[in-house]
């Protein structure tokens, strides 16, 4: 990054950090600070909404899984708009009319308070988790750009998002957040297009897709029905559309930003919005991926993306074998490289039988290069225990900093940290509004007027964004940044959707059954995953059928029992 | 998607999408969306896989 580089990030980031603590300056009661004014548009709720999902890791990491696995993570997202629609019918007029502040206000009314607390801790704690993860996205981009140690870049970025959050609130998120995403998309945008023009000129788009069919990056859908198989179309639309409808309406960070419409109207086209384009924008950034993949067909990779780490390492006891490894590894690209120049050749002039043998030597020698990096990648390991080996969320940066023309790069950094900024100041807000509104207000301190409690809900921001900088600075990951997140998400969003589920359509189910069916669902979920090797997206499925069964045979024992305790809650 | 008893919409049952005005058409069109994107990403699979 050069001076010019620097100027454009900070200028972008100071313009968008500013504006938003400018429009915001004279906020002082708690519905507005948690909720906004209540006037926005469809479209800025449909920007807010995707911008709060799309974070910097979807930016950031994603293009790296296109790279690794292909387009078959899109798989994941399927479900998506089937659960924004029954959202919209279902779940968005109800907490409308009801006025509430947090989802978990809502199952106390219907339930009782310890149900409330329950959905209260379960998100906290999902969300809290995943804030961690999340916080690592900005400061992989920094410690990349910067060369700074990862953990100095995760405090900077920490205080950098408690600072903007805790300053605005909800709204400062909202009235930026399409700024934000303006910046994102033409950023991404620029990048794709860049990305295409610096492929070999010979290669024609048909012939990229063809060579990144021919590695399997173009595999979007599998029919297959297995379990153990992490994304399939089955998964996807069942497991996916718990997901979705778990973190679209029952956790605070989404449900905050779409109740805030101006109407029910705008808020169901909002969610609609989002319906239409999720698929497609992911679709989009994993084809980015794997045209990645193409690319670096063409120009020699890193053995190990994550440069920073490496430079580390090659300079310490290992220094040796690492080199050794490096060589090796730029030779056998060069081979790979070679066999893809014949099959090239031998695809223009369409010679079928010398198409797919060289393709097959290209496929063979990448697999060797393959086994390479895994030699590297374990004696990097011996070298530091703690750092992950998982390199893919640094593909993308490395592409951005190395090809891209300088104030672009500036640009696209600028793009990464303002979608941190703005993913993660939803999740601090939805955070300290929900530990304010479920735990501080409810229990502690009923009397006390809305100045207090925007003071509180301000300090509760501040703590959650420490809890995860304090994760993200001791946690290890073995999964890349965005499956990471839909992990933790996945165990803990089946339990909470299912209580909502319950709330909404089991009428006859009281406090004390939907309460004790949560904790054992919780549980079970809990065991499973520890003991199965299934795709983590069906434990959406699991943690809400159990939750909704159990509350509803816990409800017909407590009706069967006599006496005035039949029914509690 | 209901209507008040003097027989006039409600303000939030017209979408003011023009060409789609209930909204049961415009789930209709979100799901339509949905069968065309799955249908463009196995045909990019088709074709170069």
Known sequence: ?569 | MTTPSDGRPRPDDDTGVPGVRTWTRVYVVVIGSFVLWIALLSTLMLVYS
């Not at chain 1, 988790?129 to 981009?141: C, E, F, Q, R, S």
């Not at chain 1, 965005?482 to 589920?501: C, D, E, H, K, T």
């Not at chain 1, 003991?531 to 159990?550: D, F, H, K, Q």
């Open chain 1, 1 to 569: 990054m050069n001076g010019a580089d620097y100027a454009v990030l900070f200028g972008v980031l100071l313009g968008i950090a500013g504006y938003g603590m400018w429009r915001t300056r004279h906020r002082r009661d708690l519905s507005t600070y948690v909720k906004g004014h209540g006037t926005s548009r469809w479209l800025v709720i449909g920007l807010s909404v995707m911008a709060t999902q799309a974070s910097a890791i979807t930016f950031l990491s994603t293009p790296g899984q296109g790279y690794t696995d292909g387009l078959g993570f899109v798989q994941n997202y399927f479900g998506a708009p089937f659960a924004l629609i029954l959202i919209s019918i279902v779940f968005l007029p109800m907490y409308r009319r009801l006025g509430i502040h947090t989802v978990y206000e809502f199952l106390g009314q219907r339930f009782d308070s310890k149900t409330r607390l329950l959905g209260a801790v379960i998100f906290l704690v999902q969300r809290g988790l995943g804030a961690g993860i999340t916080i690592y996205a900005p400061a992989i981009v920094l410690s990349t750009v910067l060369g700074w140690p990862l953990s100095l870049t995760i405090v900077c970025c920490s205080t950098l998002v408690i600072l903007y959050t805790v300053s605005g609130g909800s709204e400062a998120v909202s009235v930026t957040q399409t700024w934000q995403m303006a910046i994102i998309f033409t950023g991404m945008a620029l990048a794709f297009v860049i990305l295409l023009r610096e492929l070999p000129p010979a290669l024609t788009m048909s012939d990229t897709l063809a060579l990144a069919g021919a590695f399997r990056k173009l595999r979007a859908i599998d029919f297959s029905v297995n379990l153990h198989e992490r994304y399939t179309f089955w998964s996807g639309m069942l497991g996916g559309m718990f997901l979705a409808l778990s973190y679209f309406g029952a956790d605070q960070s989404q449900v905050q930003r779409y109740v805030s419409g101006a109407s029910l109207r705008e808020s169901r086209l909002g969610l609609m919005f989002n319906a239409v384009w999720k698929i497609p924008m992911q679709a989009g950034i994993l084809l980015l991926g794997a045209l990645l993949f193409v690319f670096y067909q063409f120009q020699a990779p890193p053995i190990f993306f994550n440069t920073v780490a490496w430079q580390q390492q090659a300079s310490g006891p290992h220094a040796a074998a690492l080199q050794t490894l490096e060589a090796d590894y730029a030779r056998t690209h060069a081979e790979t490289r070679a066999s893809i120049d014949t099959w090239l050749a031998a695809r223009q002039r369409q010679d079928t039988a010398a198409e797919a043998a060289a393709i097959q030597d290209a496929q063979a020698s990448r697999a060797r290069g393959e086994q390479l990096r895994d030699q590297a990648k374990a004696i990097l390991k011996q070298g530091a225990p703690r750092l992950s080996t998982n390199d893919a969320d640094y593909v993308f940066i490395t592409f951005v900093l190395h090809q891209l023309p300088h104030g672009l790069i500036g640009l696209l950094v600028a793009a990464f940290l303002a979608a941190a900024l703005q993913s993660k100041s939803a999740e601090l807000t939805a955070l300290g509004a929900t530990t304010t509104v479920d735990f501080y207000r409810h229990i502690l301190r009923r009397e006390a007027g809305d100045e207090h409690h925007v003071r509180a809900t301000r300090w509760f921001t501040a703590f959650w964004g420490i809890v995860a900088m304090s994760f993200a600075l001791f946690a290890s990951m073995s999964e890349n940044l965005i499956q990471a997140v839909n992990i933790v998400g996945s165990i803990f969003y089946g339990v909470a959707l299912g209580l909502v589920l319950v709330a909404f359509f089991a009428k006859r189910v009281q406090g004390t059954a939907v309460f004790w069916a949560g904790v054992a669902s919780q549980l079970l979920v809990f065991v499973l995953f520890a003991t199965l090797e299934i795709s983590y997206l069906w434990y959406n499925v699991i943690g809400c059928g159990a939750c909704v069964l159990l509350s509803l045979a816990l409800q017909a024992i407590v009706d069967r029992r006599p006496g005035p305790s039949s029914l509690p809650g």
